[in-house]
């Protein structure tokens, strides 16, 4: 009976995060059961976009700081870890110029996203820490600046990106079941990290920074954790993506990305984990539908180039107008509460008058 | 190494990148605003270029190359309209995602009605043109750009100084809450504002376009970053910052292409943006400071 009692208590505390994580279950298994390819590869993107953007969020949700060069972290976190999960034979075809020191390593695929996402957070580390001391305008665009340092070395450094061309010859590791476990734990690390001090002190510094500051809130140091966890987190979802699809070159990396995954994020509401897992799910469906329908048109000798961003951004624009915390506003989807279970709350927490 | 064509050079491209500021700034200065749509007037601007020179034969250049300015100008105001007043008032980062999405929707929209490849733009005779100047030949184009600069410059700030509502726009780069409250209507400020930025946007375009004498649908990516950090550099808070900052951005330019070693001149734009994160941490309101701005903790 205990048990049960501290079951729902801790369910109604934590009823969100089991909304979220049974209906993402129930896809994956729907698209295991039921799905074509199409479905099949559809779902694995959304996951790995889920990872993506739920580290968007654990920066900019919390912070309340727009961050451009989230998707650069990504883009460092693919070029990391395929470099660590090729093989020699297929380093020497791809990369002829990497440094020898790199060229007959050859890890397991998860030791490599491990690594590639650890060295994007410490390149955010390192780039970051003096970039926490600004707000608004300025922080905007230094992030862009930070997107377009990171994009300029990715395009040129070719010893190790193969430069502007395509990097091929990576193994496809990343299956739906990978990345549905990510893309989970992703929410679960997410709705955690909101929830913890230093989540609080963030959005606390993000509501009233000169408050925040006056009770002591180290707003800098709470900035920079939450940057360096967002940057591991998009670093991680780089080597699942690298992974799966196996050829890229650095312009995966760029503007039309970083569009795509703000508009996944303030689609939902970028104050909450709810909102970025609706935004991912919905935005994801409809990008790579209408991809689909766009590359058909295409393959007919339409020309239909441009069409799914010309709808998402439009779509983007009247939402923003219509509600510009997004759909859910910042506010997490949880259990409705009910007699019994405050019944039982107050059980536990002593009779206290209501 | 310092010749006269160097220098004209220089000078010539420090002209337009000050436009490009100064269109950015203006705009900035009132809302509060990095208007990332900003290189898509550009864009816009070099289609209609296209448009009307493959539409008339007829039409002079320059009746054309107004006209282009003209559209830009609409364009700008448009978007004021229809994307940016609705959200206003709500918040700013909804307001950044919003100008994000415009810039993203005009672009796309170039590449689905019109083409990805790219498109001639007509260029006069005189454009390709150059004068013997001190020994050295100096292209016409160059020496009109930083007369056009000049000139606008010039206008813009008797227009400022000298009309009722220049004072109105200066006024609600200062203090936009206390402009209001004296009777200044909000949307008439800022429409202008938005006018004024789409028209340098423009005026900068016909420049733009000439160098490769074709417009793309994603030519507006540069000048749009060169205008981001001639405005760090400059400062955000004032026009004069970000005039001296776009030529300033035209120097340093102009420097690091000359004593760039071979192998790092690819990561010029890096260095560019590392200026710009270097200034904004020790002196975050640029070298020409305006008013105080409370954008950094710590």
């Known amino acids: 009976m205990n048990l049960k009692l501290q079951f729902s208590k801790w369910f109604r505390t934590n009823s969100t995060i089991v909304l979220l994580l049974v209906p993402l279950l129930l896809l994956a298994l729907l698209t295991q059961i039921f799905g074509g390819s199409l479905l099949y590869r559809i779902v694995t ?30 883009g460092i976190g693919a070029y990391a870890s395929v470099l660590f999960s090729m093989t020699p034979e297929a380093k020497a075809a791809t990369l002829p110029d990497l440094y020898p020191l790199l060229q007959n390593v050859h890890l397991p695929f998860l030791v490599s996203v491990l690594i590639g996402a650890f060295i994007a957070m410490l390149v955010a580390a390192v780039l970051g820490y003096p970039l926490m001391r600004l707000s608004d305008a300025a922080a905007v665009i230094t992030m862009f600046a930070v ?33 549905v476990a990510f893309g989970l734990l992703g929410v679960i690390l997410a709705y955690y990290f909101k929830e913890s001090n230093i989540g609080l002190m963030l959005r606390a510094s993000r509501d009233d920074r000169y408050a925040a500051s006056t009770i002591g809130i180290n707003i800098v140091n709470v900035r920079w954790l939450g940057f360096m966890l967002s940057a591991f987190m998009a670093g991680f979802a780089g080597g699942l993506w690298a992974h799966f699809i196996t050829s890229f070159s650095p312009y995966a990396f760029y503007l039309s990305e970083t569009f795509a995954i703000l508009a996944m994020l303030v689609v939902g509401g970028p104050g909450g984990i709810s909102g970025a897992v609706i935004g991912t799910v919905a935005v994801t469906f409809v990008h790579e539908g209408l991809r689909q329908i766009e590359n058909s048109v295409n393959l007919q000798g339409g020309g239909l180039v441009g069409f ?14 219509w509600r510009p915390g997004g759909i859910l506003g910042g506010r997490e989807i949880s259990w409705p509460r009910r007699k019994s279970q405050s019944q039982d709350d107050q059980l536990l927490s002593g009779s206290e008058k209501s | 190494m310092l010749t006269i064509d160097f220098l004209i050079n220089t000078l010539s491209l420090g002209s337009l990148y000050a436009m490009l500021a100064l269109g950015l700034v203006i705009v900035y200065g009132i809302l509060k605003l990095v208007n990332f749509a900003y290189g898509e007037l550009l864009m816009i601007a070099g289609y ?41 008032e709500k918040s700013l980062t909804a307001m950044l995602i919003t100008s994000f999405a415009v810039s993203t929707l005009l672009q796309n929209a170039a590449l689905l009605i019109i083409s990805p490849r790219a498109r001639a733009v007509p260029l006069p005779d005189f454009f390709s043109q150059s004068v013997a100047l001190a020994g050295s030949n100096i292209p016409i184009r160059n020496i009109l750009s930083i007369v056009t600069a000049v000139v606008l410059f010039g206008a813009l700030s008797l227009l400022l100084k ?47 376009t000439a160098r490769t004498a074709s417009v ?22 004032n026009l004069l910052g970000a005039v001296v900052g776009g030529y300033l951005y035209g120097i340093i330019y102009s420097l690091l292409s000359l004593w760039l070693p071979q192998y790092l001149l690819d990561y010029r734009e890096a260095f560019m943006f590392l200026i710009v994160i270097l200034i904004l941490l020790f002196r975050p309101s640029g070298l020409i ?8 903790v710590g």
């Open chain 1, 147 to 179: 997107l377009v340092i990171i994009q300029v070395v990715l395009v040129h450094w070719s010893a190790v990106t193969n430069g502007p061309r395509t990097l091929y010859g990576v193994d496809n590791y990343t299956t739906l079941w990978v990345s």
């Open chain 2, 162 to 208: 000298y009309t009722v509502l220049g004072i109105a726009l200066r006024a609600a780069a200062d203090d936009f809450r206390m402009t209001r409250l004296l009777g200044v209507p909000a949307n008439l400020v800022i429409s202008t504002a938005f006018i004024i930025s789409g028209f340098f946007a423009g005026v900068v375009a016909i420049f733009w």
């Open chain 1, 308 to 321: 799914t961003e010309v709808f998402l951004a439009t779509s983007l624009i009247a939402l923003l107008i």
């Open chain 2, 48 to 88: 209609t270029l296209y448009i009307l020179g493959g539409l008339s034969t007829t039409l002079p250049w320059f009746v054309i190359a107004i006209l282009a300015v003209l559209v830009a100008a609409a364009i700008s105001y448009l978007t004021e309209m229809i994307a940016f007043r609705p959200v206003r």
């Open chain 2, 216 to 237: 793309t649908p994603t030519i507006g990516a540069a000048p749009l970053l060169v205008a981001f950090v001639a405005c760090v550099i400059g400062g955000m808070s």
């Open chain 2, 289 to 296: 400071r305006g008013n105080a701005s409370s954008e950094r």
């Open chain 1, 45 to 74: 993107v959304l996951f790995i976009n889920l990872l993506l953007v739920l580290g968007l969020q654990t920066f900019m949700g919390n912070s309340g700081i727009l961050s451009f060069s989230h998707i650069g972290y990504m």
